[in-house]
């Protein structure tokens, strides 16, 4: 896999796509604020359109953001709720065990040490809390590397079904090769990383720092949204059968890819 051509193909295609296309970019700047649009333009991507669709269909763009959301939760609904399950123990234990009460600033070590001593089911609550966090760490993990295919397949087949065909999502790895497709997964996850810590920089700034970064946010969103939706559509294409069945269907046909 070439991955100095994909990033560069994800780039040029972020680039078109909203470079000096001023309302196509407010248009999708507003389709964010009711995500489900912008989602629903996530998926024409996904369907390998090129060069970048034009909004519109606002619709259809809904029905399929929507769509896209609701495997996004079932993914990672085990996720989520393993979360809800760590936190859960430890507020009731904080708020049962007075600990909230406790001035420890005004108490030595040795009083604290005490105090914590006299109270074992806190640390019996980190340590739960702790366990369950690393589990849903190595769950999240897992779940990533079948839907950053899985919501591409959803979009390509337009079945909610075949997005959770773990056994054609797996043979599809196979074809990338797994050493390829980690490397994949390392590679948008550093993006995002880079991208994110960009947008915090402008936290540092006084004053003024989380307005400016507010909208550095606001107008650089779209086009990282276009860069990583073009990159896991090539991804996938990459482990794409020339004639595929899938489940008796066939993917959507993309469009000059």
Not at 140 to 148: G, K, L, N, T, V
């Amino acid at each position: 896999m070439d991955f100095g051509s994909i990033i560069d193909d994800s780039f040029a295609y972020a680039k078109e796509g909203v470079w000096e296309r001023w309302t196509r970019w407010l248009l999708l700047i507003v389709s964010m604020l009711i995500f489900p649009l912008i989602l629903g333009y996530i998926v024409r991507i996904y369907r390998c359109e090129k060069p970048a669709p034009e909004p519109g269909e606002w619709t259809t763009l809904f029905i399929d953001g929507s769509k896209l959301l609701l495997v996004h939760i079932i993914y990672f609904l085990p996720v989520i709720l393993l979360v809800i399950l760590a936190f859960v123990p430890m507020v009731s234990t904080l708020l049962t065990s007075g600990v909230l009460s406790q001035d420890f600033g005004s108490m030595s070590d040795s009083q604290t040490e005490r105090w914590l001593s006299s109270h074992p089911e806190l640390l019996s609550a980190v340590g739960l809390m702790v366990l369950l966090l690393l589990i849903a760490l190595v769950l999240a993990i897992i779940i990533s590397i079948f839907s950053f295919l899985g919501v591409v397949r959803f979009a390509r087949t337009r079945s909610i079904s075949e997005a959770f065909n773990f056994s054609a999502i797996l043979t599809q790895i196979g074809r990338i090769g797994w050493i390829n497709y980690i490397l994949a997964l390392i590679i948008i996850t550093i993006i995002g990383f880079i991208f994110s810590i960009i947008l915090n920089i402008f936290s540092f700034i006084p004053v003024i720092g989380n307005i400016v970064g507010l909208i550095v946010m606001v107008i650089l969103y779209v086009p990282f949204i276009l860069f990583s939706a073009r990159f896991s559509s090539l991804v996938y294409d990459a482990g794409a059968e020339k004639s595929p069945q899938l489940s008796g269907q066939t993917d959507a046909s993309p469009v000059n890819r």
